[in-house]
Nanobody, 123 residues
């Protein structure tokens, strides 16, 4: 079993920045397909960034130019979030899969999920 563990969430004034981190533990392999998702009460879960096994990165339009996903080693994933807005407030989840056969921004592509870290952008 692979377990993602997130950290780095917090409350930040609108326009501020946060950096989230995710570390995979358990039965790991040299490469993963990984992504960050977010969800707030009453809303659908949505992807905010993904990085595939080969390093291909994808972002949805909502965060393009503000969020940056990066991976220093196969099991360590970061999300740099700049210019945070109130609508960015959500629980942020790290997701992983051994490989992505489906689109990397689709939640169904991932089997392993963390418990989440709360991000609040106040105005």
């Amino acid at each position: 079993q692979v377990r993602p563990v997130e950290s780095g969430g917090g409350s930040v004034q609108a326009g501020g920045s946060l950096r989230l981190s995710c570390v995979l533990s358990g039965y790991t392999v040299p490469s993963f397909c990984m992504a960050w998702f977010r969800q707030s009460p009453g809303k659908e879960r949505e992807a905010v960034a993904a990085i595939e096994n080969d390093g291909k990165i994808s972002y949805p339009e909502a965060v393009e130019g503000r969020f940056t996903i990066s991976r220093d080693i196969a099991t360590n994933l970061d999300l740099q979030m700049n210019n945070l807005k109130p609508e960015d407030t959500a629980m942020y989840y790290c997701a992983a899969e051994y490989s992505c056969f489906r689109g990397s921004l689709e939640g169904r592509a991932y089997a392993f999920w963390g418990r989440g870290t709360q991000v609040t952008g106040s105005s």
